[in-house]
């Protein structure tokens, strides 16, 4: 079974301040993606990366940033945090070709205030 | 605009009746999966079906591509199958190498004793 990991599990962040998502998958997924859930908009993707050094916008970009610095880890970034950016994330990685199953992590719950 | 649509948006069962969800696309895809989520949990993958059908178990889903719509039946439900269910689509994007999953809302169902 993959592993997805992320952290922290929960977060409480001040508006302005800076926040750091990490996720680290186990299984040599080229593909890793940061996603949104919320309320009435379900998953939606932020950003995502096909390997080590590359990431690619999502559907609602503005305001996250991400890093892929190895196969295992990919970080969504929040330099300016704002209180539209409560929500619970999701981190995914995938295989590039035929089935494309998505192995979910746990999710971080995050609350700017 | 909601790419995925899925219907219907919460479902109450008593336990052993069974569900059909429904999930149709506004454009074209080749791939359609089913994922489960547990209420504030991850999500996990059911099916991958990109035509005709495919079972798991108690699981059976139908997709007929050319008509953009996917379905998922749940025969004899169980008290443990209550949570949520999305219905995601692979999508192509122009200029973009790889392809992305984009998820729809989901369906709530709670099945009762």
């Known amino acids: 079974e993959a592993a997805v990991t992320q952290s922290p599990r929960n977060k409480v962040a001040v508006t302005g301040g800076k926040v750091t998502l990490s996720c680290n998958q186990t299984?040599?997924?080229?593909?890793m993606y940061w996603y949104r859930q919320d309320t009435g908009h379900g998953l939606r993707l932020i950003h995502y990366s096909y390997g080590a050094g590359s990431t690619e916008k999502g559907d609602i970009p503005d305001g996250y940033k991400a890093s892929r610095p190895s196969q295992e880890n990919f970080s969504l970034i929040l330099e300016l945090a704002t209180p539209s950016q409560t929500s619970v994330y999701f981190c995914?990685?995938?295989?590039?070709?035929?089935?494309?199953?998505?192995?979910f992590g746990a999710g971080t719950r995050l609350s700017v205030l | 605009e909601q790419q995925v649509q899925q219907s219907p948006a919460s479902l109450v069962l008593q336990e052993a009746e069974n569900a059909e969800l429904q999930c149709s696309f506004s454009?074209?895809?080749?791939?359609v999966q089913w994922f489960y989520q547990r209420p504030g949990g991850r999500l996990v993958s059911l099916l991958y079906?990109?035509?005709g059908t495919k079972q798991s178990g108690r699981l059976t889903s139908t997709t007929v591509i050319k008509e953009r719509r996917s379905s998922l039946h749940i025969s004899s439900s169980q008290i443990t199958d209550s949570g949520t269910y999305l219905c995601a689509m692979e999508r192509s994007d122009y200029g973009s190498s790889g392809n992305k999953l984009i998820f729809g809302i989901g369906t709530l169902l709670s099945v009762k004793p």
């Open positions: 299984n040599n997924h080229n593909n």
């Open positions: 454009i074209f895809t080749n791939q």
């Open positions: 079906n990109p035509s």
């Open positions: 995914a990685s995938g295989v590039d070709r035929g089935q494309n199953t998505l192995y």
